[in-house]
Every structure is written in C-alpha cells, then in structure tokens.
C-alpha cells in the first residue's frame, strides 16, 4: 500500500510539473508579443483626423475680466507614420494651443479673418514643435500663402457709396479688410499636422 501512495504521489507531482513547464513557456513565448506592442498598429494608412481632448478652456485676453475661448480642435495627417507621431506628441501640441490662444486679443478672436489667421499660426507652430523635438528643422511648406494680404483689387471710392441701408454693412466690411490687412503674414511649415480644424470655437467675453 505505501508503495502505491509513492507512486500516486510521485506521478501527481510530474503531472503538476508539467503543468507548470508548459505555463512557464507560454509565458516566454507570449513576452515578445507584448514587448511589440501587443497587436497595436496605431494609426491606419492614409488620411487621419486626430481629436484634441477634451476641448481647450483657456483665459485670454490678460488682467481684467475674465474671457474665455473654449476650442475643439482636430488635427489632419496624409499618413499612419504622422498620425502617429502627431498621437505621440499631443502633451505638446495641448501645452502650445494653450499658450497661443492665451495670447489672444478681442480683436483677432471675433473676427473671420482674424480666427482664419490664427488657425493657419497655430497649425505652422504645431508643425514646427513636432519637428523640433524630432530634431528636425521646420521647412515651409510649398504651397505656403499668407493669411493676411493687402486687398488686390482698389476700393471703390467713396463717393459711389450712397447712404442706404447697406452703408453699415460696406463699413463693416471695410473695417474687417482693413483688421485682415493688419494682421501678420503666417509662412506655413511643412510637418506631421497637415492642418488644424475648429470644430468649434466659443468666445465668452
């Protein structure tokens, strides 16, 4: 009889062993997979659009009462590779819209030419942060054009403006010309952000 427990026993431990040996190489086997990255590819080939979140909330405008510009973004990229790299950085990317548009004025965030301007401004220094601490130098783009140019064709005298309804409306419209007129020209860098979108863009004054 007490051999035969010897025996249950002994073969019960083997079986245990052998249990845990095939576990242990499973293990082994498994680590290399999860090292890489456990199946994760990131971003599809092709065109990405990569959301900012949650949306900014930022104070702006400096000392005084308090405005507030709360902006949702999304980043396009022609490609996985920049996807991912715009994915990587977006700590970064956060830290320099935030710093932008805290830099703002009343003037530049309540106009079309002036958001205009500063979407094409946010997207060139994006570029050029990403491509800094790459260690790449930012390149412009090739098919740069500034975001703020002087009207091409004359403005119609004033004497043809007659004193109708319209009349506030050319002066609005002069007004804005000449705000877009005033603004910084923006030279666009070519990087991982192909461009910047608003998505939405609330100014609380």
């Given amino acids: 009889m007490k051999r035969g427990r010897f025996g249950l026993a002994s073969s019960l431990i083997s079986k245990r062993a052998g249990i845990a040996l095939g576990i242990t190489l499973g293990i082994a086997l498994a680590l290399p997979a999860l090292a890489s990255g456990g199946g994760n590819k990131g971003a599809p080939e092709g065109i990405n659009y990569i959301p900012i979140t ?12 308090a405005r507030y510009i709360k902006a949702e973004l999304s980043i396009r990229s022609e490609n996985a590779a920049d996807a991912n790299t715009v994915t990587h950085h977006l700590p970064l990317i956060r830290d320099r819209l935030v710093s932008i548009l805290s830099a703002q004025s ?3 965030v309540s106009s079309v030419e002036g958001k205009e301007y500063l979407r094409t401004y946010a997207l060139a220094e994006i ?10 130098a930012p390149q412009p783009a090739a ?8 009207p091409t064709t004359p403005a119609a005298p004033a004497t043809t403006i007659a004193p109708t309804e319209g009349s506030s409306a050319a002066a609005t419209s002069a007004t804005a010309a000449a705000t877009a007129s005033t603004l910084p020209v923006v ?19």
Avoid: H, M, R, W
Avoid at 127 to 136: E, I, M, T
Avoid at 192 to 205: C, E, R, T, W
């Fill in 54 to 65: 949650p949306p900014l909330v930022v104070n702006y405008g400096g000392p005084g009462k």
């Fill in 106 to 108: 009343d003037e530049i």
């Fill in 127 to 136: 570029n050029k942060a990403l491509l800094q601490v790459q260690g790449l």
């Fill in 143 to 150: 098919e740069a054009t500034p975001t703020a140019v002087a």
């Fill in 187 to 205: 030279t666009a860098v070519k990087g991982p952000a192909s461009d910047l979108y608003f998505n939405n863009f609330v100014v609380q004054k």
